[in-house]
Nanobody, 127 residues
Framework: QVQLVESGGGLVQPGGSLRLSCTAS????????IGWFRQAPGKEREGLSC????????YYADPVKGRFTISKDNAKNTVYLQMNVLKPEDTAVYYC????????????????????WGRGTLVTVSA
């Protein structure tokens, strides 16, 4: 069974950090794009970052550039999103999704270009 599971969300104070995990089962992350998205209440889902698991190239959207870092561990079939200097506006449900490697080519990542999705993990940034 193909499955993506996000974990690592929670409540954090402004300025704090969290590391999200996206673990795949039923398939290998060997040559794909894995994207991280988020959706805040009342807002559209937005693409944040992606990594091409074959060659490691990455992309970051402007709102998270310099604060978030995406990485992969092929042995654990897991992609991570390290989130630092978190702000209240980062509060959202965070999702990971798979896509063709070309999705991660230095341009905006779009929900419609992705295939399998996880169910999300909630990140709340609040004092």
């Amino acid at each position: 069974q193909v499955q993506l599971v996000e974990s690592g969300g929670g409540l954090v104070q402004p300025g704090g950090s969290l590391r999200l995990s996206c673990t795949a089962s039923g398939f290998s992350l060997g040559y794909l794009a894995i994207g991280w998205f988020r959706q805040a209440p009342g807002k559209e889902r937005e693409g944040l970052s992606c990594i091409a698991t074959g060659d490691g190239r990455t992309y970051y959207a402007d709102p998270v550039k310099g604060r978030f870092t995406i990485s992969k561990d092929n042995a654990k079939n897991t992609v991570y999103l390290q989130m630092n200097v978190l702000k209240p506006e980062d509060t959202a449900v965070y999702y990971c999704a798979t896509g063709h490697p070309d999705v991660c080519s230095g341009r905006e990542i779009l929900s419609q270009d992705m295939g399998y999705w996880g169910r999300g993990t909630l990140v709340t940034v609040s004092a």
